[in-house]
């Protein structure tokens, strides 16, 4: 994460992710009927997976979307953690919890049937990004957000373990 910290073209961009993201996810979807994913969000999706692999990349860690390397987006997280947990400076990182929720829709969608993802729930509000897999709901993109925030309790590989590998069996 050192890498990214020290980069300034990073740095100067963390503070317009959220804005931009949020932006991108308000103009994603409008309600549909349930069958499959907008087109507009599998474009975000792309997008965001894209964001999340050049933030691997930084940390040396191969994004290639197996199963096993949800254990280094775990690791990616952690070190966003730590470096939160330091600084208290949350610029950018809803953000970032998006573009991994996102990756992690994607390995779902690389080794398994594929779900549905929506910008909305009915429940649980606007911009949850709920994602629809396997008869439940899966919010990849909040389990990345505790992660960063809430730390190791929270971890993404557990969860991506119980949640999703138990199931596709």
Avoid at 37 to 55: F, H, M
Avoid at 57 to 79: C, M, P, Q
Avoid at 157 to 167: D, E, G, I, P
Wanted: charged fraction near 35%; glycine fraction near 6%; hydrophobic fraction near 35%.
């Amino acid at each position: 994460m050192q890498k990214l910290e020290s980069d300034p073209t990073w740095v100067k961009k963390r503070d317009e992710r959220d804005k931009l993201h949020a932006e991108r996810i308000r103009r994603s979807a409008e309600p549909k009927n349930g069958t499959e994913t907008s087109p507009e969000l599998v474009e975000l999706r792309d997008y965001l997976v894209d964001q999340a692999a050049k933030i691997g990349d930084a940390s040396g860690k191969n994004l290639d979307f197996s199963t096993r390397s949800v254990k280094h987006v775990e690791t990616i997280l952690a070190e966003i953690h730590r470096d939160y947990k330091r600084s208290q400076d949350d610029s950018g990182l809803k953000g970032v919890a998006i573009e991994f929720g996102a990756y992690l829709i994607k390995v779902i969608e690389s080794n398994f049937v594929a779900g549905i993802w929506e910008r909305d729930h009915p429940e649980m509000g606007n911009g949850t990004l709920p994602y629809y897999w396997q008869d439940q709901t899966l919010y990849p993109c909040m389990w990345c957000e505790k992660r960063i925030f809430d730390g190791p309790a929270e971890n993404v590989w557990s969860k991506f373990k119980v949640l999703v590998l138990t199931r596709s069996d």
